[in-house]
């Protein structure tokens, strides 16, 4: 076999379409990522083609991660940026990253708030339903058609 294996994992790393699958990232998402700067320069193959390492599916998740918090590009833009700037910049990044778990945290909680009141909507519903499937009996015990 050439270079390149069955999963799309070349010698140096993921073809796009197998980071794509890999990671859940259309492959245009993944292009905006790279060309944005919210990941560094992908290697590319002696082809042209981008070859995604072990180390870009981990920052794509992470920004995956970041995305999901609700974090706008914006804003992961200045992580990535505090990121690149090194060491001296982690207590800004703690700082951003609790802010986004403040909110999350938050948000479950009025997530767990709205399960909790859908459930005792569905149960109370389900009752009703239950009680229509015995026939009643009106005052004078006749059943009711």
């Not at 070349?10 to 990522?33: F, N, V």
């Amino acid at each position: 076999m050439t270079g390149q294996s069955m999963t799309g994992q070349s010698m140096t790393g993921l073809s796009i379409d197998a980071a794509s699958r890999e990671t859940g990232c259309s492959k245009h998402t993944l292009r905006y990522y790279e060309r944005e700067g919210l990941l560094a320069p992908v290697e590319k193959a002696s082809s042209g083609h981008r070859r995604y390492s072990e180390a870009d599916l981990g920052w794509i998740r992470f920004l995956q991660l970041l995305r999901a918090t609700g974090m706008p590009i914006r804003e992961m833009k200045a992580f990535v940026a505090l990121t690149v700037a090194g060491d001296h910049t982690i207590a800004d990044r703690v700082t951003v990253l609790a802010h986004y778990r403040e909110a999350l945290v938050a948000r479950m909680a009025s997530d767990q708030e709205h399960l909790e009141r859908l459930n005792f909507k569905l149960e109370y519903y389900r009752g009703v339903l239950a009680a229509e499937d015995v026939i009643p009996e009106d005052i004078t015990g006749n059943v009711r058609a």
